[in-house]
Structures are given as structure tokens and as C-alpha cells.
């Protein structure tokens, strides 16, 4: 059974990223990976979020965590497609732009699962 909770919350995951990189490319005309980089923010935010409710305050069944945590949220973060992008970015020349979201994602999804760690840990 959990390996059937892992594969929905993974095809959930995936389309939802699918959706949100498709508005983002189609709000934004830019070079920038924006979609990718707002998934994955909003990817580790939630994170803390579920860490929080299910890991730490057993607020959540811990048999949600397969079909949250790995399923879901791991296939809607990406960091296969961070990469690429990045790689990308590099090789067309743009170094400073590659540099500029490789930082950005790295420092902006630490603080996105920190401050969903430190709210919900409030808030709970």
C-alpha cells in the first residue's frame, strides 16, 4: 500500500509542478527559470510545513508521510530540472544569471523550510 501512496502523491506532485511551471512560462517571458525556482520554494516550504505536522507533532497520521513527503513533494521540487536550468543558463553565456539562481535557489528554499519549520512549530 505504500508504495501505491508514494506512486499518487508522486503523479500529483508532478503534474502540479507541470501546471505551475506552465503559468509561470506563460505569465513571465524570461530566460530566468522562475517556475522552477518558485516550485521549489514552495516545494521546501511545505516541507517543514508536513515535517512539522507529521514528524514532529504526530498531528497527521505518519502513514501520510509516504504519500506527502516522497510522493507529493518530492516529485513537485525538482532538483534534476535546478540543475539543468542552471547548466543551461551557464553554457548560453548567461554565468552571471546561472550564478545569481543557483544562489537564489539554495538560499531561498533553506529559508523557505526554515520558516515553515519555525511557524508551524509555533502555530501548532
Same mark, same amino acid.
Given at each position: 500500500?505504500?508504495?501505491?501512496?508514494?506512486?499518487?502523491?508522486?503523479?500529483?506532485?508532478?503534474?502540479s509542478?507541470f501546471?505551475?511551471?506552465?503559468?509561470?512560462?506563460?505569465?513571465?517571458?524570461?530566460?530566468?527559470?522562475?517556475?522552477?525556482?518558485?516550485?521549489n520554494?514552495?516545494?521546501?516550504f511545505? %516541507?517543514?510545513?508536513?515535517?512539522?505536522l507529521?514528524?514532529?507533532k504526530?498531528?497527521?497520521?505518519?502513514?501520510?508521510?509516504?504519500?506527502? %513527503?516522497?510522493?507529493l513533494?518530492?516529485?513537485?521540487?525538482?532538483?534534476?530540472?535546478?540543475?539543468?536550468?542552471?547548466?543551461?543558463?551557464?553554457?548560453?553565456?548567461?554565468v552571471? %544569471?546561472?550564478?545569481?539562481y543557483?544562489? %537564489?535557489?539554495?538560499?531561498s528554499?533553506?529559508?523557505?523550510?526554515?520558516?515553515?519549520?519555525?511557524?508551524?512549530?509555533?502555530?501548532v
Amino acid at each position: 500500500m505504500q508504495w501505491l501512496a508514494i506512486a499518487l502523491g508522486g503523479a500529483l506532485g508532478a503534474v502540479s509542478r507541470f501546471g505551475v511551471n506552465k503559468l509561470v512560462a506563460e505569465s513571465f517571458d524570461s530566460r530566468f527559470p522562475i517556475g522552477t525556482l518558485l516550485v521549489n520554494v514552495l516545494g521546501s516550504f511545505a %516541507m517543514g510545513i508536513f515535517y512539522v505536522l507529521i514528524i514532529e507533532k504526530g498531528l497527521l497520521p505518519a502513514e501520510w508521510r509516504p504519500f506527502i %513527503m516522497t510522493g507529493l513533494l518530492g516529485a513537485f521540487t525538482t532538483f534534476s530540472t535546478y540543475s539543468l536550468d542552471a547548466l543551461n543558463l551557464w553554457q548560453t553565456g548567461h554565468v552571471s %544569471m546561472a550564478v545569481s539562481y543557483i544562489l %537564489m535557489s539554495v538560499v531561498s528554499c533553506l529559508l523557505a523550510v526554515w520558516l515553515a519549520v519555525t511557524l508551524a512549530q509555533r502555530l501548532v
